[in-house]
């Protein structure tokens, strides 16, 4: 979940770097009032809170639970692991991970990898 968040930034404040730069190339009057160093802070934060939204349902999403198994004749603990109750029940497995790696899809991958080609 943590690397998903920090791919997910990382990915975003590339494009936010494509955008400034372009700004500056491409319009350097607007440069002073749009490229300032609290808005690229407010950017920054912006960016992570979003990251940190958009994989905060897969830390709650997971159960894990101890299960004793036979294992060469011995008794074992090992953890099993299974979707959360809220995902099975009042979601449903499909919808959750369907919408999940399309918004994924869309919003860490295609739309900024597409901006990223143009801007540059």
């Given at each position: 979940?943590?690397?998903?968040m920090?791919?997910?930034a990382s990915?975003?404040?590339?494009?936010?770097?494509?955008?400034?730069?372009y700004i500056?190339?491409?319009h350097?009057?607007l440069?002073r009032?749009?490229c300032t160093?609290?808005n690229?802070?407010?950017?920054?934060i912006?960016?992570?809170v979003?990251?940190?939204?958009h994989?905060?349902?897969?830390?709650f999403d997971?159960e894990?639970?101890?299960?004793?198994?036979l294992?060469?004749n011995?008794t074992?603990?090992?953890?099993r692991?299974?979707?959360?109750?809220w995902?099975k029940v009042?979601?449903?497995e499909?919808?959750?991970?369907?919408?999940?790696?399309?918004?994924?899809?869309?919003?860490?991958?295609l739309?900024?990898c597409v901006?990223?080609?143009?801007?540059?």
């Amino acid at each position: 979940v943590i690397p998903n968040m920090f791919h997910t930034a990382s990915i975003w404040l590339t494009l936010a770097l494509a955008v400034q730069r372009y700004i500056y190339v491409c319009h350097a009057p607007l440069a002073r009032k749009f490229c300032t160093m609290p808005n690229v802070y407010k950017c920054l934060i912006y960016i992570l809170v979003v990251a940190a939204l958009h994989q905060g349902f897969r830390f709650f999403d997971t159960e894990y639970s101890t299960v004793d198994v036979l294992w060469n004749n011995r008794t074992t603990h090992v953890c099993r692991r299974e979707h959360a109750y809220w995902v099975k029940v009042y979601v449903t497995e499909n919808y959750y991970f369907v919408t999940y790696f399309m918004f994924r899809v869309l919003f860490v991958h295609l739309i900024p990898c597409v901006a990223l080609v143009i801007l540059n």
